[in-house]
């Protein structure tokens, strides 16, 4: 996959799916320094410092591959309330399922209808792969990118109120307030008494 912001995936993980040993295949996958560099600029945070994958890859149904397991990273965002660099930590279940294309597991294409339909309650449906390999790469980065925090912030910082009122001396003033400043005042011999 290519990206046309960053480039090239940075993680790159092959699985050989036609040699899988029955046992399943003990994968450890630990991302070096240029991997880490390039997933935090294709991530847009400051760094990666670590990256670590522990899986296995099994037959799943036949002619598919189950790819499971855990995956650990420490990454360095910026704050949103200081701008300054916050770490976090995440440890996330991973799991995937891919068949080959042109698999009757695979997901069939819905052509024509434009809802499209979702049961919360069932598993993801299985990835497709061409040819003798799969790249689990991407379906880390997804999983990384899912597990950022969206406002990461050092836990005893929050923001604090700001008065932009120009005229704060006013007092506090509804929404609703400035609507009737539209509506003419009207005077009580005017309501049809």
Request: hydrophobic share 35%; proline share 9%.
């Amino acid at each position: 996959m290519t990206n046309p912001q960053t480039g090239p995936d940075p993680i790159r993980l092959h699985i050989a799916a036609e040699k899988l040993p029955r046992d399943g295949l003990e994968i450890r996958y630990e991302a070096n320094e240029a991997e880490r560099a390039a997933l935090a600029r294709h991530l847009d945070i400051l760094e990666v410092r670590e990256l670590r994958a522990d899986l296995t890859a099994s037959r799943w149904r036949g002619e598919g591959v189950k790819v499971k397991g855990s995956l650990r990273a420490i990454l360095v965002q910026e704050s949103v309330v200081t701008l300054e660099p916050v770490s976090q930590a995440l440890n996330e279940a991973f799991e995937t399922t891919f068949v080959p294309e042109g698999s009757r597991l695979a997901p069939v294409p819905q052509t024509g209808e434009n809802e499209i339909h979702v049961d919360l309650e069932s598993e993801d449906p299985p990835e497709t792969f061409r040819g003798p390999q799969i790249d689990v790469g991407p379906f880390l980065m997804e999983a990384v990118s899912l597990g950022l925090d969206p406002y990461p912030r050092e836990s005893d910082v929050a923001f604090e109120a700001v008065d932009t009122d120009p005229d704060p001396k006013a007092g506090v003033r509804s929404a609703f307030d400035v609507l009737t400043t539209l509506v003419p005042h009207e005077t009580k011999g005017a309501k049809g008494e």
